[in-house]
Every structure is written in structure tokens, then in C-alpha cells.
């Protein structure tokens, strides 16, 4: 999944500055909008070294013509550098001119600012259909597998807000060491789950709407059945607590209901984690607390 991001802050983490590309490049905006041709961006820049369109083919598992047409697109963006046959070389090779795809534009460029949004609604749109496309279907979803989706307008006070960046900014660092790892490996495995997350305000009269929980009978009963006796041990507290992180409260909401701080209701979940046997809060969900 292609993300837009304004670098090269990372929640008070200052990181390398990124190499950045004008988003009038020629070619930048067709290459983005391409899903094969920046997966042979990335396929190119995991394999480490220069390759020809041959090998770039194959490493992809398309068709010459089809890679050949990517990698020229490509170039064209400044994405990848070819270096042309020579004595020592009989085939044209290419490689990745940067290390990542970071792109910059000015706001107060209308022309920019409109190439901009149509990337951008680009990216939160049509990308994430292409690649749900290729979900499986909970019906027949392998065992072990986990998916998830939730979509529902909310209110949200200052407090939640706070909160849910929180709780995202330690997803995004999980991820991004997902990332990191897969990056230094040299295999291109091909991916098999996809994630997205969308947090965005609204504008005009919407109404709020039930949480609707869809999951097949064989992946729920089980685990609610071997971890509903498991909560009975749980303190009354312990119990309140789990009860309102699983029908979705936030955790400054929860404390203050229970008349604690935040950091005490941490420590009462780790307790009640312990005791059940999970790890995160989206696991409550596979749990009957009476």
C-alpha cells in the first residue's frame, strides 16, 4: 500500500531526510497511479543490484514487453537510472535512483496542489479497492489467517483523539519494522494480507452508526468457548474494564469511569491480559465477559 506522508517527521522521532521528487516530474504521477510499475520499483530495489529487463521480468513474473514498458515509465519519473550495454555488458541494465519514493509539492501551486489531491484520492481510493480485490473470502479464508475491517463515524473528543494517535503511532512503528525487515531481505515473496487505515474528520450532518461484527462460526465459537471460563478469574475491575475496551470505549474514557489514571488502568489490563491470555485489546472481541 502506497502512502502519502508529509516527511520527514515520525511522532517526535526526527528520521533521515528522504530523497524528495517534485511532483511535476514528468512521468512521476503516471508511475504512482501504475500498482505494476511500482511494484517493479520495489522488486528492483529489494533485489540490491542492477538487472536487466529480462531479469527484472522474472524476478516480477510478467512478461518482457510489459516490464520493458514499466521500467521506461519509471525512468522517465527519475525513479530508476539505466545504464546502457557496453563491451562488458551486452544488455542494458536498471536500478533504483532512490532509496525511497518521498514526493514534495507546493501548496500554493495550483497546478501541483490538483496533481496532489488526484494522487491522493488516487491512493485512499482506488488503490485500496485494487488490492481488496484479491482478499479471500472469510468463507474460505485459511485457518490461522486474521482479518479484520472496521468503517463507522464516531464522535471523538479531544481526549480519544489523542488516544487513537497514540495507539496508531505504535502501528505504524510495528509496521514500519515489518517494512525495514522485509526490505533487507533479497526474496520478493509475494504478500498475503493487505492493510489499511483511513482516520479522516467530517464535514456535515452525519449520522452515527451500530458496529456491525462479521465473522464465520468455526473462527468465533472456538476461542469464545475456551476463554469465556478463563474470565472468570478476572477482578471486578479487571472485568469493567475489558468489558468497556471491548465495546470500544477509549482508555481516558474507562479511567475515568473507574476513577483511576490512565497508567493505573494500564497496569489492570496487562493484569487482565495476563489472565486471559492475549496480548492486544482487538482480541477481546473473542471473549464472553459476563
Known sequence: MRQISRLPFRRGLLVSKPTLINIAQPGLADAIRSPRAMGVWEVLRRHR???SASQVAALCQCSHAETQQDL???ERATLVRKRRASRGR???????AVPSISVVFDHGDPGQARIFRSLEQYVTREVEDKHFQHKIPITSAPTGHWSYYHCNPMFLEAADIEELRRRIARVEEFVKLLNDR????????????????????????????????LVSR???????????????????????AVRALRDGKSRAA???HLGISVHTLGTVCKRAYRKLGINRVSQLQDIAID
Open 254 to 256: 474507562v479511567a475515568k
Open 218 to 240: 468455526n473462527l468465533a465459537e472456538a476461542p469464545r468457548r475456551t476463554l469465556a471460563t478463563q474470565s472468570l478469574r478476572l477482578s471486578r475491575r479487571e472485568r469493567e
Open 90 to 96: 551486452r544488455a542494458a541494465v536498471y536500478e533504483t
Open 72 to 74: 521506461d515509465l519509471l
Open 49 to 51: 543490484r542492477a538487472a
Open 182 to 213: 522485509q526490505s533487507a531481505s533479497t526474496a520478493t515473496p509475494r504478500c498475503n494480507h493487505v492493510m489499511a487505515i483511513r482516520v479522516s474528520p467530517l464535514g456535515g450532518n452525519v449520522m452515527p452508526q451500530p458496529h456491525v461484527r
